[in-house]
């Protein structure tokens, strides 16, 4: 079969069936990889960027890389580099290292203890060494006969037996083949697809795709990166005299190269998402400052700075003929509601409707409560949609908000059901905003207001976004930030404790509610069965119970209806309840400043925002509050990590920039994710540089080079624009 590898072995025989390379340890072996060596010899359109070249198995395996184009293979990048250019005699190899050796066979056979197990013996001039492979085929048993050459590449380790290694990569050889004169890539592969089939198709998409600049020449050799087309060449056929340690490391100028790119990609695609978005129509809701200013003096307290500065911003926003997108940002407590009733009386004054979502009943609950009681005084109608109330009332506020009556509606997802018609909607104001999926955001957004006309955006959040996400993934979005808390707070102290010292704690909510305060108890989260944190909660409650003879306590968890759960937490809000056992569902929004003391059970099973949210809940009055933080030893290193710093930090901007940096973005965006394409290469905490130098490159591109926009962003996104575009 005319195999054509690059580094010149045209004679190598593959010992397991799929490569004429070193196989990836013997277990890899599937005949697939064959197929698209010989189908890359029946050579095709050169212009097409399909895959049509490659069996239907191998394209079914190449999409599950998120590889559908011959142009995806370009940025397919090796994962790690393998030295294959040195020989080391066995004799030299040190123990512990990864070394490639060659030399003949002496002896194979399977050895049954202490498992089966294939068991072969080499020799070079310097000494011997064993092979061990607990997975075989019986090719490649046959491959490794008396007298056959190999070369292996492996970690070496001095076993009873002498040096051995367990599973090295293997290659025979029939004839002298020459050592590579470059590091050889490691791509990231998937079952069945070889890493030499990999390669072969990679040097393909370099030869037949298009790697023309997408940077204007003047910009590039401003920022000082490299051309594209010598990036991508490098990194995946790297010259011999490369710095092997700086491609590894990628840190190196090719690499630079493409996570500038990655990056730009994004600014793109968000810049043109934010563009497109403000070219559509909203109406203009003008302050006239009459009902906000009642408002606001009729409150017990005057807002801070940073309440009155992110309230300009939003009345400015809402003033504009174009559809407002902002996020409004702001640490536990920092009082973003107020912000948000402000907001809606400018859109109500202006004779148009607002909706309020929260992702929790509890939460849209509490919303409901807050905003009746700020906005029925000055004569507005406010209305309580929820999955849980009762079809007459339904129909009814339903009803009322078809024909206007109803200027304000509050509610969770039910707000976004098909039957919720709004009569003139000029603002959906959305609570702790990560909750919610693109899709259903955009659902309220087709709520419409007039004709052609979108409703503004208003998005709260109090998982603070640290500062490269807001610029990465959250720059289709204008941020406004609450950075001061109301005067008055007293800090929270967080402690950790044992869980063996638990009669301490107990001691100390006696203690608290002795003293007419009140405290919460926070249920251990049990990811894997609703059904058993339910019990659990249960079991919680009727222990304190039985330990606090003497206090009122009340339950709330999700399986609740919510009338109860509205009791339960009308019961804690006026003080008839002094001890509240809760499941996490009071995790967001909950406000009751009398409330001082929380106890998080396993704190060590939940995540850091959840904690940082859940501290939040105390600290909202002016006495001292604590929150302990109980756990069960032993702890992982990644839970010993998180408590320690929730305990050391109580900015909520830094436990997510921590945050971020332990897990990566994917899981801190969480729902925003779907839509928005993940960073393959760029980190966003150690190509920040990077990062700021996209931003602007991106401003300039779609002001005046749009045709290098387009093909920036085939080139990187290809299908997934579409994605983007909702
Ligand atoms: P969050 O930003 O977490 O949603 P809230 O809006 O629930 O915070 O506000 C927390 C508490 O602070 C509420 O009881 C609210 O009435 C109060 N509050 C808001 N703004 C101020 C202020 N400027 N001065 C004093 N208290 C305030
Ligand atoms: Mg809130």
Redesign the pocket.
């Known amino acids: 079969m005319p195999r054509t590898s690059k580094k010149g072995a045209p004679d190598s025989k593959s010992v397991s069936t799929n490569s004429a390379s070193f196989t990836g340890g013997v277990k890899a072996a599937k005949p697939s990889g064959d197929a698209v060596a010989s189908s890359l010899t029946r050579a095709t359109d050169s212009t097409d960027d399909s895959l049509q070249f490659v069996t239907p198995a191998v394209r079914e395996r190449l999409a599950r890389l998120g590889i559908f184009r011959l142009a995806d293979l370009v940025l397919h990048l090796p994962l790690r580099y393998e030295d294959e250019t040195t020989l080391v005699a066995i004799a030299d190899a040190v123990s512990g290292t990864s070394v490639q050796v060659e030399g003949k066979v002496v002896e194979t056979k399977v050895e049954f203890r202490p498992r089966r197990q294939l068991v072969c013996r080499i020799e070079d001039d310097s000494g011997t060494l064993t092979m061990r492979f607990f997975n075989f085929y019986p090719s490649q048993q046959r491959a490794l006969a008396t007298g056959a050459r190999v070369r292996l590449i492996g970690e070496i380790r001095q076993g009873f037996f002498g040096a051995e290694m367990i599973h090295p990569r293997f290659r025979t050889l029939r004839v002298e083949v020459p050592l590579p004169d470059a590091l050889t890539p490691v791509y990231p592969t998937t079952a069945g697809l070889s890493q030499d089939s990999l390669r072969k198709l990679v040097a393909r998409a370099l030869r037949d795709t298009d790697l023309s600049e997408t940077l204007p020449e003047p910009i590039r050799q401003q920022i000082g990166l490299e051309p594209f087309v010598d990036a991508v060449r490098l990194l995946h056929q790297p010259p011999q005299q490369v710095d092997a340690v700086s491609l590894q490391e990628r840190t190196h100028s090719a690499w630079q190269r493409l996570k500038f790119d990655e990056l730009l990609a994004q600014q793109l695609s968000m810049r043109l998402h934010y563009q497109r978005r403000s070219r559509q129509r909203a109406p203009v809701l003008r302050s006239h400052s009459g009902l906000p200013r009642q408002l606001a003096e009729s409150l017990p307290?005057?807002?801070?700075g940073a309440?009155l500065r992110t309230l300009d911003e939003i009345r400015g926003d809402l003033a504009r003929p174009h559809p407002m997108q902002r996020l409004l940002q702001?640490d536990?407590?920092?009082?973003?509601?107020?912000v948000a009733a402000l907001s809606a009386l400018q859109a109500i004054e202006s004779g148009y409707q607002v909706a309020v979502m929260a992702p929790t009943e509890i939460l849209a609950e509490q919303h409901y409560r807050k905003f009746a009681h700020w906005l029925v005084p000055l004569g507005i109608e406010v209305a309580w949609l929820s999955g849980s109330v009762r079809k007459k009332e339904r129909d009814e506020a339903l009803e009322q908000l078809a024909s206007g009556n109803t200027t304000l509606a509050i509610g969770t997802h039910a707000l976004f059901q098909e039957q919720v018609v709004f009569r003139n909607l000029g603002l959906a104001i959305i609570d702790e905003q990560h909750r919610f999926g693109v899709r259903q955001r955009l659902m309220l957004r087709m709520k419409g207001a007039a004709k052609n006309a979108q409703p503004h955006q208003l998005m709260m959040s109090?998982t603070p976004i640290p500062r490269t996400l807001a610029m990465s993934f959250y720059a289709d979005l204008d941020v406004s930030v609450i950075d001061e808390l109301?005067?008055g707070r007293t800090p929270v102290v967080t402690k950790l404790v044992a869980d063996s010292r638990r009669d301490e704690v107990l001691a100390r909510v006696r203690d608290a509610c002795a003293s007419g305060r009140q405290a919460y108890w926070v249920c251990p989260l049990i990811e894997e069965s609703e059904a058993l944190q339910l019990q659990t909660a249960m079991d919680t409650y009727e222990r304190l119970q039985r330990e606090f003879s003497e206090l009122k306590i009340g339950l709330v968890h999700g399986r609740m209806r919510s009338a109860e759960k509205a009791a339960v937490m009308d019961a804690f809000q006026s003080g008839t309840v002094q001890l509240l056992v809760a499941t996490t569902v009071i995790e967001v929004?909950v406000?009751v400043?009398n409330a001082s003391l929380m106890v998080i059970e396993h704190a060590e099973r939940m995540g850091l925002s959840q904690l940082h949210q859940l501290r939040?809940r105390v600290g909202?009055g002016a006495q001292s509050s604590a929150c302990i933080l109980l756990y069960q030893s032993p702890l992982s290193e990644l839970a010993r990590e998180r408590l320690r710093i929730i305990y050391e930090n109580s900015d909520g901007f830094e436990v997510a920039r921590l945050d971020l940096k332990l897990r990566g973005p994917g899981e801190i965006l969480g729902a925003r994710q779907s839509g928005v394409p993940m960073l393959r290469f760029a980190d966003l905490e150690s190509d920040i540089k990077l990062l700021e130098t996209a931003r602007s490159v991106a401003a300039d591109l779609v002001a005046s080079h749009p045709d290098l926009v387009e093909c920036h962003l085939t080139r990187w996104l290809g299908g997934r624009q579409e994605y983007l575009r909702v």
Do not use: E, M, N, Y
Request: net charge positive; hydrophobic share 25%.
């Open positions: 307290f005057g807002l801070t309440q702001g536990v407590g920092s009082g973003k509601t107020i109090a109301p005067p929004g406000d400043p939040g909202r």
